[in-house]
Structure formats: C-alpha cells, structure tokens
C-alpha cells in the first residue's frame, strides 16, 4: 500500500479537529460548570432533567396555591371571630330588666346595630370575591327581602378545590355562608337535621321544625312558641342575621313586620333565640376548627413539596454538574496529545519529497 502525503495530512487533520473539538467541549464544561450544554451531550440525561424540572414547576405551583390559600383562610379566620363576638355581645343584651321603654329602645337599636354589623361580615370580600358565597363569589352573601322582612342567601353551597402540588388536591377550600344539607356546618345559616322542642323559664314551649322546601339554598327554622293558655306565637328565621332582626324587634315588643307582639310572647322569643344563639356559637367552633384542619394540611404539604422540590434539584445537578476535578485532568491530557500532535504533525508535514525518496 502507497501511503501519500495526503494520507499524512487527513489522518493529522482528523486527530487535530478530534482533538480540539474535545477541547473546546471541555473549556466549555468549566467555563459553565455543566457536563451537559446542549441536548446531543447527553439526551437521555437531557430528558431526565426536563422531567424533573417540570416536578419542580409543578411543585413551585402548588406552593403558590397553598400560599393563596393559607391567605384566604387566614381572612375568613378573622371575619368569623368578629362574627363570633358579634353573637356574644347579641347573648349579652338577653338579659332580664325592669321593662322600662327606655331599656327596650336601647337594647332594640344596639341589636340592630349587630345585626348589620353581622349583614356587613357576611358580605366580606376578599379578593374582590365574596367570601361566602360559594361559586357564586360575584354576588352578596345575603341581602334584606322587604316582601318577606328577612335576609335571604344569594350564594350557593358549592364547594371550591385547589390544587396543591401534584397528584394533590385540597377539597373543600371555601366556606359556604348557608346550605340546606344538615351535615354541612355553616357559620351564618342554622344548622337543623329535626324538630327541637325547648322549655322556656315561662311554662312556655317553643318547637323548631328544619324547612329545606322553602328555601333551596338554606335550612328556613319555623318556630312555634306556645304558652300556657294555649296560645301559639309562629315565626321563623334561617340565618344569624334573621335572629338578630328578631331580637331586635322583640325588644321593642313587635314581630320584624311591625305587628305587636304582647311582653310575655317578647320575652319567650327572646329566651327561644337565645337558645338559638347558642347553636351559631357552636356551629362558629367547628367552622374554624375546619379552617385549623385544611391550614395543617396545607402547612404539612407545603413541607413536602419544598422536601421533593431539593430532592428534584439534586437529581438535576447530579446529572446537569461537571465533577470539575475528572474535567480539568481530562482537559490537561487533552491539551499534552494536542500539543504532542502538533509537534509531530510539523515535523511530518515540513519534510519534501526528495526526504521521501531518500
């Protein structure tokens, strides 16, 4: 076999082109600080990384939800306190006195003046949402119906989900102000799964009966009150704002659409509805331990995904980082066989022919 000059130099040229090619892949490796800088490094490793940095995405959502989340707890936390001393300071003015009209007008207008304050927080925004609401975050809570003189709920019970990384989802976000189902406890409408009778200190006896016909999206409470002469005082409510309007009027011995009301039927009222503020109460407890259930596990997630999120960025750099050491002894062999074959390439390369035919 003739070996020619021209053998000598692509064989020179191919190692030279290798060997720089090599070199520059591994200047690269330092200067960055990765192994892999493009796709054809490595695409196995390139798919693997893209895998877990959309986890990562993933988890960095989820931590976002959980944080808008814990905010609108922490709101809806805040109201239903101001909503629970609002209904302390109702119990406070059921108290017995000596029957003046002056105390009467007093405690009338101080009732009145929780009730809209209790209206007012149950219509609370958050976000430019009604709380309350359920899905139907755009309208008011409750508002007064003059036909009826009551306050009717506008939302619905539906409830909200969020996600709160992957595969995980935090069910029953929002807290519904009212709903006709009496396993769902609400913090404004009046939780009732059947009649209730009650002794009043009088003698009298008050009956509450559930109604869910009336109202879809509520528990309507009638309410019979009978004294010991047989005689029945009816009326009814389905939601703290609707008592504390009784309440009020009772005071001023009239039923909310203004006919008279006798002191002995005030006062069973009043004693009836005390009763009753006692339920919201409770129902206010379990509502915000709810809140303190959905805040731990959205505290307890959020621990996780910041654990999985790490153990994803490790995977990435396990793969992604150059082991600087291995690199910079790999790029000084490089850098010997690339001078070594300079030297020889020059020496080859320099000879003439008539050094050939010697």
Do not use: C
Request: no cysteine; aromatic share 6%.
């Amino acid at each position: 076999m003739r070996i020619t000059s021209n053998i000598f130099y692509d064989h020179i040229s191919q190692g030279l082109m290798e060997n720089l090619k090599e070199l520059d892949s591994l200047s690269t490796k330092i200067s960055t600080g990765k192994k892999i800088n493009k796709p054809s490094d490595d695409i196995l490793g390139t798919l693997k990384t893209l895998d877990y940095k959309l986890t990562i995405s993933q988890n960095n959502q989820g931590q976002q939800n959980i944080i808008a989340a814990n905010n609108y707890l922490n709101f809806a936390s805040t109201v239903l306190t101001q909503v629970s001393s609002s209904i302390s300071n109702l119990k406070k003015t059921i108290l017995k006195t000596d029957g003046t009209s002056q105390d009467q007008t007093y405690y009338s207008q101080l009732v009145a003046t929780l009730r809209d304050s209790l209206l007012d927080l149950s219509n609370s925004i958050y976000l430019n949402t009604y709380v309350f609401s359920g899905t139907l975050s755009d309208q008011e809570s409750y508002s007064y119906d003059a036909a009826t003189h009551s306050y009717l709920y506008q939302g619905n019970n539906q409830q909200v989900s969020i996600s709160i990384g992957p595969g995980n989802t935090l069910n029953s976000l929002n807290i519904v102000g009212s709903s006709p189902n009496s396993t769902t406890i609400t913090p404004f409408g009046y939780t009732l799964a059947a009649a209730d009778t009650v002794n009043l200190p009088s003698g009298s006896s008050a009956v509450l009966t559930p109604d869910i016909l009336t109202n879809p999206n509520a528990t309507t409470v009638n309410v019979a009150i009978t004294d010991s002469q047989a005689n029945v005082d009816n009326f009814s409510f389905s939601n703290v704002i609707d008592v504390a309007n009784l309440i009020s009027h009772a005071w001023a011995q009239e039923d909310v659409d203004g006919t008279a009301l006798t002191g002995s039927q005030a006062q069973d009222r009043l004693e009836t509805l005390s009763g009753v503020l006692d339920q919201f109460q409770n129902q206010l407890l379990t509502v915000q331990g709810q809140i303190g259930i959905n805040q731990a596990q959205l505290n307890d997630q959020k621990i996780k995904l910041t654990s999985n999120t790490t153990a994803q960025q490790n995977n990435i750099s396990n793969i992604m980082d150059a082991d600087m050491d291995e690199t910079i002894v790999s790029l000084q062999k490089i850098s010997t066989n690339l001078n070594a074959l300079r030297a020889a390439s020059s020496k080859i390369l320099s000879q003439s022919l008539f050094d050939f035919l010697q």
